[in-house]
C-alpha cells in the first residue's frame, strides 16, 4: 500500500490538510453565529414592538451590551458583529452562503460587506456577485485590491464629481501621541501622497546605504519628511539622496486621452486611467500628469508600443525600460498574497541566470525581498507559464501549486505561418 494513501486509497491528510479543514469549519461556525446573532437582534426588535417600544437605538443597544456580556467582548466588537450580521443577512444573503459553505473566510465577507456598503445601493446587484467570485479564489489582500478597483472602475463614471467633493476637505492634522510624540496627519489626494511616500522612501534607501547609518528605513524616512517640510531643501542629506525627485506610475488607455469626459469614456467601453498603487483617477487628471514633466513615467496601453521585451543572455541586469514594464505588468510581488507594490520589489529571473535563464519580458517577475528568499533558499519552485504574460506558478515544498497572475496583460506577439512561408 502507498506510504501516503489511506486504506480506501485516499491520500493521508498532512498538517496544512488538518489546518485547512479547521479553517473550513471556523467559516461555517462564523456564518451560524452571525446568523443567530441576527436572529438575537431581531427578536429584541420585535418583542419591544408587540410591547409598544419605540426606542430602536435603545433596544439595539441593549442586545450589544447582552451580546459584549455574554461573548466577553467590548460593546464596540458586539456593535460590529450586529452590523455585520445584519447587512450578511438582510442585504448580503449570496455571500453568506458562501461563507457558510467554507468558500471564503470571515475576513473576505468583513471587507466585502464594508466596502460594498460605500457604493450605491443601484450598483451593488452588478457588483455583489463579481464581488462573490473574487472572494472565493483570491487570498485577503489580493481580494482588497481586486475588489477596491473593481468598485472604482465601475464607479468611474461619478469619480471626477467625487474627487473633487473630496478635495474640497483636504488638510493637515496633528494627532498627539505619548512620550513627546505625535502623528502627523494629511489627507490629500492619493496622488501627491503616493509620490511624497515614494520619494522620501527612495531617499531613505539611498542614506542608509552609508555603513555608517545606524537608523532604520522607518527612522530615515520620517527625518527626511521633516528636513523636506521643515528646512525646504536637501542639503542636509546625504549626497546619494538630494537629486531624487517623486515617481509615479501612471496608466492611461491611449483612446480614453480622446474622450470628452470620463462618462463619454465609460460608453466607449475603456478602462479607466490608473495610477499605481491608487487605483482609478479622473480623466482630466491623467490628462494632466501625461503631460507633466519627467518626473511621470507614461505608459499609453497600445498593441504597438515598440517596447524592448528582451536582450536575451546579453545583459543579467535589465534595462531601465525593461525593469519599469515587467513591473507595470505585475504591479504588486508576484509571490501568493502578497500586496508589496512593484515599485519596490526586486526584479527576479524566473530561471535562474546561472541556469540558463534570459532576461526577457517572459523570464522576469518583480519580487519582494522576503519572498525573494523565500524563491530561492526556502526550496520552492516557480516558473512562468508560457504564453501567459507573466503569469507565475508557485510550488510549495508540500507539492501545492500556487498561481499569480500579473494585473495587467501585456500583449504578446508571435510570427504567424503565413509570415514563414516562402513566396
Known sequence: MDDDAGWEGAPIPDA???????????????????????????????????????????????????????????????????????ALVERYPEVLDSLGGARMTERHAEILVDLMEEVEPELRGDLVPQAIRLAE????????????????????????????????????????????????????????????????????????????????????????????LIDGDTASLDRGARGIRASVVVTVPVLALLAADDRERDDAGLAPASVEGVGPIPLDRARELCGGDGGWMRILTHPETGAVLSVGRELYRPPAALAML?????????????????????????????????????????????????????????????????????????????????ERRYPMFHPSAAADAPF
Open 137 to 228: 479564489h483570491h487570498p485577503v489582500g489580493s481580494f482588497r485590491r481586486k475588489l477596491r478597483r473593481l468598485i472604482d472602475t465601475v464607479r468611474s463614471v461619478t469619480l471626477a464629481e467625487r474627487h473633487e467633493e473630496a478635495l474640497a476637505r483636504r488638510r493637515v492634522v496633528v494627532e498627539p501621541a505619548e512620550d513627546a510624540m505625535a502623528w502627523l496627519h494629511a489627507y490629500l489626494p492619493a496622488v501627491e501622497a503616493q509620490a511624497i511616500f515614494g520619494r522620501t522612501t527612495a531617499m531613505a534607501k539611498a542614506m542608509i546605504t552609508n555603513e555608517e547609518e545606524t537608523r532604520t528605513l522607518d527612522q530615515v524616512r520620517a527625518d527626511v519628511l521633516c528636513d523636506l
Open 16 to 86: 496544512l490538510d488538518r489546518v485547512v479543514e479547521v479553517a473550513d469549519m471556523m467559516a461555517v461556525f462564523a456564518a451560524q453565529r452571525l446568523l443567530q446573532v441576527n436572529a438575537m437582534r431581531r427578536e429584541a426588535l420585535e418583542d419591544a414592538a408587540v410591547h409598544g417600544r419605540a426606542l430602536t437605538d435603545v433596544i439595539e443597544r441593549g442586545v450589544r451590551l447582552e451580546l459584549a456580556a455574554g461573548l466577553r467582548i467590548t460593546e464596540h466588537a458586539a456593535g460590529e458583529m450586529i452590523a455585520q450580521a445584519a
Open 326 to 406: 515587467v513591473k507595470w505588468r505585475a504591479d504588486r510581488c508576484m509571490a501568493p498574497g502578497c500586496g508589496m507594490p512593484a515599485s519596490r520589489c526586486e526584479i527576479d529571473h524566473t530561471l535562474a541566470w546561472t541556469d540558463g535563464g534570459t532576461t526577457g519580458l517572459d523570464n522576469l517577475a518583480p519580487i519582494c525581498r522576503g519572498h525573494h528568499r523565500v524563491k530561492h533558499h526556502g526550496n520552492w519552485q516557480v516558473r512562468q507559464v508560457p504564453d501567459s504574460g507573466g503569469t507565475l506558478e508557485w510550488t510549495s515544498p508540500a507539492g501545492r501549486e500556487y498561481t499569480v497572475k500579473p
